[in-house]
């Protein structure tokens, strides 16, 4: 029943020197990424810039101690106070969250609904999902702005335009992973038997209870992959935070952003916005540490048409 | 326990007619077999039973009462699926305990009840385990005891034994038809093998093509079938039936090879106004015997055999009459060789005659 595809998936695919040969070209390949992801966590904790192996440096936490008191030119000079690094660190995780609720609220129900219910323009709009996963965001930016404007313009009061970016941003960056998501979760619904849900039915439950008693905790995988692809996407957005937020609401792409586009990249100390950068990249690099396999699996068995 | 109806009942897939237009009664604590190949309907049938499918038309009745548009968790029944459909990600325990919960049975109700019922079926000792680590007995175990465990006025079964290996299926047939008789409970069982239905059911419903071909008791629907497909899909191996040239100068007639079959009364009389060419001459592989020279009582045929099968107990000898194969059940001493000439016969009771065209049994018509 379910999972049997990672046994499957576990046993090496190459052996013997082939691997050996494998395993260097790939090392190769992605040796560009190690060296700079390698570079900017190395030198978050280097008493200077570490950009190549023969720079000799100290080990410290004085960059990370530095970023979170806001102190990021080379003079100390505090530029932030310690409360609106916090902010935005928070304004960050707000966002990500948000997306991943969004995402999920939205994905699992029609997930479900495309798995398990017949009605007209089922097929034809499941491959307008497709169609619309490939639209690129940026490409919505004109026709979403003027949705905002005009609603922030019309509808909202002064005082609420804070909440309603927020609560805008994060709809409308959620709705850009929520078609694929659907593609997912569909696959993972499709392999959990009618039967699993008729039982609970019989057993006196209600369409409801099926859902989350039987359906629910057998795509747990399918849910968590995209809910992590969601916190990315969140977390690691730009153009859109950049666009919608109010310009005092930073994240932290949009503070890093901010920090080498406003020239004062000559004044920044480097090893101290390494930390910033290091910080920003931390969920992505934690989540496909942990997440190989559960990824893997996502990829290669929930997405079935 | 309770009594089950269905009135009219039709249920249609799109352009497939699923059930078409079924009468049917369910006697109240008895055990009745849906028996059908599959295609033929008689899942579909249970699922209507069971409330998971609506019917396009017709009303289902549990005792006298119109069920009809009520949900499966509104219906107090209890079903077996044929993959069983545990949860896996519960234990057994939960497992069985999930109808109670549901109910919002008080906790010391629902384990006492989950702990009887687990007695019951000895499944006590697996408790903490989780479905994929047992097997396939115990699995089935598991699903009927949940399916019981809440008191269920109809228990349903979709074919619960097909997924397990013939010797555990000998076993667990015997005693699901005792725990059937010691708890009286109202039980439909759904098969396509012939011979559970026949020796679990206290009613056999035959189906075929979404229509029910003939009900009863399992000696009366094996004895009698009332058309050519139940006479041919009941029994192991099932009767033999082919065409045979009808002979109306004298008296009505059937020309057989090596012989000719007279019946007599009413039989007769059918024969000669159904006024056809050829009917359909039947007959079940026990009620023949084999003879190396005729005899001069019952029916006579003459044969070539074509296989003998030793089965220990019994010898099924295929014969060739006639251009059609023909399988006799004879005793376990039977010899011969191939390509023997050998003489079949038939006791004049035994014999069968169907209508060609509507293939209906002759003797049951009226």
């Known amino acids: 029943m379910m999972g049997n595809g990672k046994n499957e998936l576990m046993g090496p695919l190459v052996t013997g020197y082939k691997s050996y040969i494998l395993i260097g070209v790939l090392l190769l390949v992605s040796l560009p990424l190690i060296l700079a992801y390698s570079t900017l966590i190395i030198t978050s904790f280097a008493n200077t810039i570490v950009s190549n192996p023969w720079v000799k440096f100290n080990f410290t936490f004085d960059n990370w101690i530095a970023f979170f008191r806001g102190e990021l030119s080379t003079t100390h000079a505090r530029i932030y106070t310690t409360g609106e690094i916090l902010r935005m660190i928070g304004n960050t995780v707000i966002v990500a969250a948000g997306v991943t609720a969004v995402v999920l609220g939205g994905s699992a129900t029609s997930a479900y609904a495309y798995s398990r219910m017949k009605y007209r323009w089922r097929k034809g709009s499941l491959k307008l999902l497709l169609l619309l996963h490939a639209f690129p965001g940026v490409a919505l930016i004109v026709g979403v702005y003027t949705i905002y404007y005009y609603t922030l313009v019309k509808y909202i009061p002064p005082q609420s335009r804070t909440l309603y970016s927020f609560f805008f941003v994060i709809l409308a960056r959620a709705s850009l992973e929520i078609p694929m998501s659907i593609w997912i979760l569909k696959g993972f619904f499709d392999r959990v038997p009618w039967e699993l849900e008729w039982s609970v039915l019989i057993d006196g439950g209600s369409r409801w209870t099926a859902f989350r008693h039987a359906v629910l905790p057998l795509v747990k995988p399918g849910i968590a992959a995209v809910a992590i692809f969601a916190f990315l996407a969140g977390w690691e957005d730009l153009i859109y935070v950049m666009i919608f937020l109010p310009p005092n609401q930073k994240t932290l792409a949009t503070f890093i952003e901010g920090q080498l586009a406003s020239g004062s990249l000559e004044t920044s100390y480097l090893p101290i916005m390494a930390a910033a950068g290091t910080l920003y990249l931390l969920p992505t690099i934690l989540f496909f540490i942990f997440t190989q396999r559960l990824l893997l699996e996502t990829m290669s068995g929930g997405l079935k048409g | 326990m309770v009594s089950v109806q269905l009135v009219k009942v039709t249920k249609r897939f799109g352009s497939v007619v699923a059930v078409n237009n079924v009468d049917l009664e369910i006697p109240d604590g008895r055990f009745t ?31 006298g009462k119109d069920v009809t548009n009520l949900k499966p968790n509104e219906r107090n029944i209890g079903l077996v699926f044929q993959n069983y459909a545990l949860y896996p990600h519960m234990k057994v325990y939960d497992n069985i305990s999930f109808p109670l919960r549901l109910a919002k049975k008080p906790k010391s109700f629902i384990d006492k009840k989950v702990r009887e019922i687990a007695a019951m079926l000895q499944i006590d000792h697996l408790l903490d385990r989780y479905p994929a680590q047992l097997s396939g007995g115990q699995q089935q175990r598991v699903a009927l005891a949940r399916a019981l465990v809440k008191e269920p006025s109809v228990l349903l079964l979709d074919e619960p034994l097909s997924n397990l290996d013939a010797m555990l299926r000998l076993k667990i047939r015997s005693e699901l038809k005792r725990l059937q008789k010691d708890l009286g409970i109202t039980a439909i069982y759904v098969t396509h093998d012939q011979s559970e239905a026949l020796a679990m059911a206290d009613k056999v419903v035959v189906i075929n093509n979404g229509v029910i071909q003939q009900e009863g008791d399992p000696h009366e629907v094996y004895r009698n079938p009332r058309n050519v497909f139940v006479a041919s899909f009941i029994g192991s191996p099932p009767a033999n039936i082919f065409p045979v040239k009808v002979d109306l100068v004298e008296e009505p007639c059937v020309i057989l090879p090596g012989g000719k079959y007279c019946p007599k009364g009413i039989l007769a009389e059918r024969l000669k106004n159904l006024g056809k060419e050829t009917v359909l001459f039947g007959f ?78 002759l003797r049951l018509i009226g």
């Open chain 2, 33 to 63: 077999a849906l028996l059908g190949p599959s295609g033929s309907g008689k899942t579909t049938l249970l699922y209507l039973i069971a409330g998971i499918y609506r019917p396009t038309r017709g009303k289902i009745l549990f005792d």
């Open chain 2, 284 to 361: 079940r592989p026990e009620d023949a015997t084999l003879h190396e020279v005729p005899r001069h009582d019952g029916i006579i045929m003459e044969g070539e055999v074509y296989t003998i099968e030793p089965l220990g107990r019994e010898v099924i000898v295929t014969l060739k009459v006639d251009g059609n194969l023909v399988k006799v059940i004879a005793p376990p001493t039977t010899t011969g060789r191939i390509s023997q000439r050998v003489y079949i016969n038939v006791p004049r009771d035994k014999a069968m005659l169907f209508d060609p065209d509507t293939e209906k049994n």
